[in-house]
Every structure is written in structure tokens, then in C-alpha cells.
């Protein structure tokens, strides 16, 4: 499979493992407008290729076939929350923190809407 586009909004001027990342679009976009499939290469042995698949379809239907975007961003949030407890603490890291936890908040919002409604899971705007 070809790549459909290489994302470059992580990388930033004289930052080494950024610039080395390199992350691909391998899918076309499904029903719902979002992709589900990306890479992520590095230069070095233990990155040659990882793949990250997000769930695809309907879990009654299809099952659990992959990740959430809150499934990312909790891990995310992990990373960084670890940081805050330790030595690399510091106020850009914070504001990340919280962005990514407002983030989180409104995810699961929109998710209890759509149960509200009866259409999580299903094309339904």
C-alpha cells in the first residue's frame, strides 16, 4: 500500500527526532470523512514501521478493529502528566496537559450526545 499524503505539522526547525519522524496517510478517508490507517518511520532499528489503526466501522458489526482518538490522547495524557510529576516539568508541558484533557472532555461529551440520541456507532451526523 502507497501512501496517500506524509503529515509534517510535528516537525520543527533543529529538532532532530521530529525531523527524522517521518508519518503517512496510507488510506483514503472512510464514511465518515476521517482516515484510519497512518505509519510512523524512523531512522533507526527499533522504528523502522509502526502502524496505528483506528476503529473501523461499527463494534457490533465489525468489532474492535482498532484505536480511538481517546485512546491516543489518554496515552498522551499519561506522557505528559508523568512529566508534570517529575523533572521535565514545566508550564509549555502543563498547558499541553490541559489542552489535551479539555480535549479528552469534549470527545466523551460528543460520544454521550450520539448514546443520547441512539446513533453512536452509526453514519449519523
Known amino acids: 500500500m502507497h501512501p496517500k499524503r506524509e503529515l509534517v505539522i510535528h516537525k520543527q526547525e533543529?529538532?532532530?527526532v521530529n525531523q527524522a519522524l517521518i508519518i503517512q496517510v496510507m488510506d483514503d478517508p472512510g464514511p465518515g470523512g476521517a482516515?484510519?490507517?497512518?505509519?510512523?518511520?524512523g531512522p533507526i532499528t527499533t522504528l523502522k514501521s509502526q502502524d496505528l489503526h483506528f476503529q473501523w466501522g461499527h463494534v457490533d458489526k465489525d468489532g474492535v478493529n482498532g484505536i480511538t482518538?481517546?485512546?491516543l490522547l489518554a496515552i498522551l495524557e499519561d506522557r505528559l502528566a508523568s512529566y508534570q510529576g517529575g523533572?521535565?516539568?514545566?508550564f509549555d508541558n502543563e498547558s499541553a496537559l490541559h489542552h489535551i484533557r479539555t480535549a479528552l472532555f469534549h470527545l466523551k461529551q460528543r460520544t454521550r450526545k450520539r448514546m443520547d440520541r441512539g446513533v453512536e456507532g452509526r453514519y449519523v451526523a
Open 35 to 41: 482516515h484510519h490507517h497512518y505509519r510512523v518511520e
Open 14 to 16: 533543529n529538532d532532530e
Open 87 to 90: 523533572s521535565f516539568h514545566c
Open 69 to 71: 482518538n481517546d485512546a
